[in-house]
Structure formats: structure tokens, C-alpha cells
């Protein structure tokens, strides 16, 4: 798969996001990042194409962010970049581009000031990254650095928030519109409508969400363009294929 970026086509940007951290895969800590990563990206116009939870491991890490680097306009990781044993991102990240980890002198000079003569090797981890990095509305215990087009920021959901609200406008682009149809039908029959509208309107993105136990509608259809035009045809050949009983609302 290449990049948006190189196709010299009008298709939108496109991300992946690596989650890093064994306490993800052993149910021990719920995700809230790639939720809200996915949602902010959604009105800034970027296609979220691939997502992926994998543990604290160098090799891992580096095999991941090297394909994702290579598949996607933009790389978003969450976790792995604190001064414990099991914070191994900023190594793997630089495993898998081939650079080595070096401690960033701002970095470095900023927890002098801080720990002054309480400063020791653990704490100095704060300030590695790979060589080439790009320091990103950094504070002291949080780093988040950029390297080529890779974004490396915390897994803690309120510093992770912080650091993308600061840089999300570097990525705003043209949004995608939404349509949302509830109807009273259900999938078997509804499938027909949509496989229709969709031959006609190929770039529609597409998608239906059975309610079983809603009192009022069996399934909510989302129609999403970054051409509202074009949404609003499709919307109107899809409202034409159903009855006006099979609507119950739409957003």
C-alpha cells in the first residue's frame, strides 16, 4: 500500500496507530487513545486505515513502526516512553529505522534543571530518542517527539490529549461529512438497498449498525464522503430504494 502522499491522487491522508504495552494485552489497562485519535481524525480529514496493540518489545516495535512508516501518510504510537525497564519504544522506533537512540540535548537540559543534583541514569532515559527526532510540545516527564512521519507520544490518555491537541492542526485537511439513517428494517433486507446505491456511488464509505434491542429502529446507516456533494447524492439515491415507513429518523 502507498502513501496518499505519493499517489498524486486527491484520496485522503491516511494514518495507523501502534498501541504499545503488555498491560493493553493483558487486560489490565482499556484503551481510550486510539477512540479519540480515531474521532479527532475523522473531522480533520484523515483516514484512519489500521490499528494495532502489541507488547513492550524492541523487535516487535521496530517491525511495526517500519511497515506502518511505509503504509501510511502518518504513524500515531501510544505507550512505551517512560523511564521504567518495560519503556522500550524510543529504542524500538530506532531499531526500525536504523538509527541509534540518542539523548536529546533540550531534553537533557531541561531535566538537569529540574532533578539538578538528584538526576540520575533512570531519569535520564526521559531525554532518549532516535537520532533525527523532533521534539513536540514536550514537557519533562512526557516527551513526545516526531521522526520522519512517525508521532510517539505517551499512553497516559490525558498527556496523550495534551500532545495531540497542541500539533492536530498540522493535520487538518478536508473533512468527512456524515449521513445517519435509522430505519425499521432489518440487514437481510437492507443489504440489497445499500449494495445498490454503493454500485452507484462507489466512493461512498459505507456502513450499518444493528440496534436488536432499540424499541424504535433495527439498524443506523452512516453514509461518509469528504465531498458533500457527492454524500448528498448518494443519500438521495439510497432514501429513494427505501419506503417512507422504513425511516425513523435522520442526522
Known amino acids: 500500500m502507498t502513501p496518499a502522499s505519493l499517489r498524486g491522487d486527491p484520496l485522503p491522508k491516511t494514518a495507523g496507530i501502534i498501541l504499545i504495552g503488555n498491560e493493553i494485552l493483558s487486560g489490565k489497562v482499556t484503551d481510550a487513545n486510539a477512540a479519540y485519535l480515531c474521532r479527532e481524525f ?57 538509527v541509534p537512540v540518542v539523548r536529546h540535548p533540550e531534553l537533557v537540559a531541561r531535566l538537569r534543571a529540574l532533578y539538578q543534583e538528584h538526576l540520575n541514569e533512570a531519569r535520564l532515559r526521559m531525554a532518549e530518542v532516535p537520532e533525527g527526532a523532533e521534539l513536540l510540545a514536550s514537557d519533562l516527564r512526557f516527551p513526545a517527539v516526531m521522526i520522519r512521519n512517525i508521532y510517539v507520544l505517551p499512553g497516559i490518555p490525558e498527556i496523550f490529549r495534551e500532545k495531540f491537541e497542541a500539533i492536530k492542526e498540522r493535520f487538518r485537511s478536508v473533512p468527512f461529512h456524515l449521513k445517519s439513517i435509522y430505519v425499521r428494517i432489518g440487514e437481510g433486507v437492507l443489504a440489497q438497498h445499500l449494495n445498490e446505491m ?14 436488536l434491542s432499540h424499541p424504535e429502529y433495527k439498524v443506523r446507516v452512516t453514509l461518509e464522503s469528504q465531498d458533500p ?8 439515491d439510497l432514501m429513494a430504494r427505501l419506503s417512507p415507513g422504513d425511516v425513523v429518523k435522520i442526522e
Open 229 to 236: 456533494l457527492y454524500l448528498e447524492q448518494a443519500f438521495a
Open 42 to 98: 475523522r473531522t480533520l480529514g484523515v483516514d484512519v486505515r489500521r490499528i494495532t496493540v502489541i507488547p513492550d518489545e524492541v523487535e516487535l516495535i521496530g517491525k511495526e513502526v517500519s511497515e506502518f512508516a511505509r503504509d501510511y501518510d502518518y504513524v500515531f504510537t501510544s505507550g512505551g516512553v517512560g523511564p521504567t525497564h518495560d519503556d522500550v519504544t524510543m529504542e524500538g522506533i530506532a531499531r526500525g529505522l536504523g
Open 198 to 211: 454503493l454500485q452507484r456511488f462507489p466512493r461512498v464509505q459505507c456502513g450499518s449498525y444493528p440496534k
